[in-house]
């Protein structure tokens, strides 16, 4: 059964600062996708890496995923209040039949 | 566009009950899956759907039916509520089954209480 553990679960921060949340596996997956959702929402698609090593970025946020695909990371440059939300990674393999596999969240809050 | 959309918002069951959480697409996607979402536990996928008249169990499927007569609608039954089944539950489509590169897209979200 292929897992996907998130850290931290629970972040709290003042505007400004700089954080990093991993999403970690003994599994190799094909693709790692990030999204965030905000309260009463469906998740929302941020980015998906697909081959090792790859890095993206999205204004503020990097997302890296690693050489031998089993991990990913997601850092935030200067937190604002609107990046407070709930942030998952979800993992597709080819040998799952498609079927993506989720973290299980980190929730971020970022005071002013 | 409405993208997905999920009824009804909220709801409240009492332990046996039965009810029909409905799930609609307007972007003429070949996926469609629910999840369930909760505290801790991030989304857990319960049933899938790769087209009209196809469907397979996730991870989760104990206590829970789906069905897909149409490629727009994908409804997931509970047959006799339990309070187990209290949880905020997700549709969510994107197009084919293999491209698990492609983006979920969610609904909004159907909170449901078992008493």
């Not at chain 2, 003429?28 to 196809?54: C, F, K, T």
């Not at chain 2, 499927?61 to 149409?70: C, I, K, L, Q």
Request: glycine content about 10%; aromatic content about 8%.
């Amino acid at each position: 059964t292929q897992l996907l553990e998130q850290s931290p679960q629970f972040l709290s921060i003042q505007e400004g600062e700089n954080l990093t949340v991993y999403c970690n596996s003994s599994s190799v997956f094909s693709s790692l996708q990030w999204y965030r959702q905000e309260p009463g929402e469906g998740p929302v698609l941020l980015v998906t890496v697909v081959t090792g090593g790859e890095v993206k970025k999205l204004k503020r946020l990097t997302f890296q995923f690693g050489d031998a695909r089993k991990d990913s990371s997601l850092h935030i440059t200067a937190a604002q209040p609107g990046d407070t939300g709930l942030y998952l990674c979800a993992g597709g393999s080819s040998s799952n039949t498609g079927k993506l596999i989720f973290g299980q969240g980190t929730t971020l809050q970022v005071k002013p | 566009n409405a993208g997905v959309t999920q009824t009804p918002k909220f709801q409240v069951l009492k332990t046996g009950q039965s009810m029909t959480l409905q799930c609609a697409q307007d972007m003429n996607h070949e996926y469609m899956s629910w999840y369930r979402q909760d505290p801790g536990m991030g989304l857990r996928l319960i049933h899938y759907s790769v087209g009209a008249g196809i469907t397979d169990q996730g991870e989760v499927p104990n206590g829970y039916n789906v069905s897909r007569s149409t490629t727009e609608d994908f409804p997931l039954r509970l047959l006799s509520a339990a309070p187990s089944q209290t949880s905020v539950y997700f549709c969510a489509t994107r197009t084919g089954l293999l491209s698990y590169n492609s983006p979920l897209h969610f609904g909004n979200g159907t909170r449901l209480t078992v008493t």
